[in-house]
């Protein structure tokens, strides 16, 4: 398992290594109140938007992520981030998480797509046994659309994480094993095929 920047392409959407280069763009579509509401981390202004970034990038040198920009590719627009973290090459599983997307472009092609490119390069360039989702439970949308791509719900860690606001978040986990990939890939190319 050999983690390295890489820039994966589909027909919807192209994800990028995410650089400092990025800010601006993500600061145009980043800073929309509806993204932030149940992350752990509160993003309310520029300032704290490049700390988030710049956290990425920093857990990307550490060799245990792997943050993206997302964007559209017909319009070469960046729309939003996601990335690969909690990676652990000696059990060569990883987490796709810490994902958002500009409310103009949600629930189009970019995000399943996205997360069909993630998977196939998590196990079939990687060769991950395990590859990990989470969410807040009170998320109901989040843990919807993760259930429809095919993972599997394992539980709730409660008082898992310490929210910006204080709130103790509950997060529920997800997973796909490597031996459900084939089943997952084809549901999400099926589910692919019907949006735009």
Known sequence: M?????????????????????????????????????????????????????????????????????I???????????????IDTAHRRAEIGWTWINPRWQRTAVNTEAKLLM????????????????TDSLNEKSRTAIARIGAREEGIFRNHMITASGRFRDSVYFSIIDSEWYSVKARLTEMLALQK
């Not at 994800?15 to 509806?34: K, M, N, Q, W, Y």
């Not at 319009?75 to 990335?83: D, F, K, L, P, Q």
């Not at 360039?125 to 590859?131: A, D, K, P, Q």
């Open 119 to 134: 998977l196939t390069h998590a196990f079939e360039t990687w060769n991950c046994i395990r590859v990990e989702l989470k």
């Open 72 to 86: 559209e590719a017909s319009t070469n627009t960046i729309v939003g981030s996601t990335r690969f973290g909690n």
């Open 2 to 70: 050999i983690v390295e920047p890489v820039t994966l392409s589909g027909k919807h959407v192209r994800l990028e290594p995410l650089t400092l280069d990025h800010f601006p763009a993500i600061r145009e579509v980043g800073l929309e109140e509806s993204l932030w509401r149940w992350t752990p981390v509160q993003i309310t202004n520029e300032v704290e938007l490049r700390s988030y970034v710049e956290t990425a990038l920093t857990d990307g040198d550490r060799g245990v992520a792997l943050p993206f920009v997302t």
